[in-house]
């Protein structure tokens, strides 16, 4: 029996050590791949990478969803935008190639950075936040506790409210916690390139993926452990960090444009939609019936023009 559990314990740590090595190299190849290539916006706990477009107008900050970075807007919205305005794509914390600070699972902290980005790139300015489903959850929360700086919000499919049991996937669960977590997340590079290629479609429904999306969005990166195991922590903590500030969004006074698909099937537009749009006096809706989760994709002309209706607005209030 001694000699059957040396073996079993061999074998176990020579796997993870495989894993370990297999993941090294998968993250090597897929920051050649997919390199930064934005700027390093340096802050008191951490650098935050901002992808630019665009050299004069309104300042527009985009702020991406979970499972992503901040290339999800750089072959959509952003040239539609380009001309006109000063465009900022951030990468969260620990997606990307922005650092993680302690506690980045509050939306809190993440709002805090996205504040010191608009701090630095656009100092005294206000800007119109654009954030697309968990990006729409910090692009809120930044409105709430830094409302100097925003001029409006575009929210893309967001995510809005604690939707109850639930709604958090398997591997998430794994990935998240201090002890299972940093060894499970060394298995991400394995399996799951092929299962996001397998399952793009899905994200998109009704519709269908663009062209090339997975490499354009850079999506390979999201298997790194460390950004991994970054999604994983955010989605983890997700429902609790809505359920303390749904409550606020009464607070909000600047325009809100909201883009529902009425077939996303990633989350409940009902729930969300459904509910933030009686707490928010200058509300408005825009019901795709034939949408899904990824409207500045399917929509991306009329998202760019409500984005351009509120930094016109914007312009005219501050003159």
């Known amino acids: 029996m001694k000699l059957f559990g040396a073996l079993v314990f061999v074998l176990l740590a020579s796997s993870v050590t495989a894993a370990c090595v297999h993941s090294a190299i998968y993250t090597s190849r897929a920051e050649n791949r997919w390199p930064a290539v934005g700027q390093h916006v340096d802050l008191d706990d951490g650098a935050v990478h901002v992808i630019r477009a665009g050299e004069d107008g309104p300042v527009v900050l985009m702020i991406h969803g979970a499972s992503a970075n901040a290339r999800e807007f750089t072959f959509t919205l952003a040239p539609r935008l380009d001309e006109g305005h000063r465009v900022l794509m951030a990468d969260r914390p620990g997606h990307g190639y922005s650092a993680r600070p302690d506690d980045s699972n509050e939306l809190g902290v993440q709002a805090a950075q996205m504040a010191g980005v608009l701090e630095a790139l656009a100092p005294g300015e206000k800007a119109v936040i654009v954030g697309h489903s968990f990006g729409g959850a910090v ?87 460390s950004e991994f195991r970054a999604n994983a922590r955010d989605v983890n903590a997700l429902k609790g960090e809505l359920a303390a500030q749904q409550d606020r969004y009464g607070e909000i006074s600047v325009p809100v444009v909201l883009f529902s698909g009425a077939k996303d099937t990633v989350i409940n537009p009902t729930l969300h939609a459904g509910k933030i749009k009686h707490q928010i006096a200058d509300f408005t809706l825009v019901p795709l019936a034939d949408g899904g989760h990824m409207p500045h994709h399917s929509h991306g002309e009329a998202v760019a023009e409500a984005i351009r209706s509120l930094t016109r607005a914007g312009d005219q209030s501050s003159s």
């Open 139 to 225: 692009a809120l929360r930044l409105a709430l506790d830094y409302p100097g700086l925003v001029d409006g919000l575009v929210l893309l499919a967001p995510v809005t409210h604690d939707w109850g049991s639930g709604g958090v996937a398997w591997y998430n669960q794994y990935a998240g916690p201090p002890l299972v977590g940093p060894a499970f997340a060394q298995l991400a590079p394995i399996a799951g390139p092929a299962q996001v290629k397998n399952g793009i479609d899905d994200v998109f429904d009704p519709g269908d993926a663009p062209d090339g999306y997975y490499e354009d969005a850079g999506l390979g990166l999201l298997f790194r452990p």
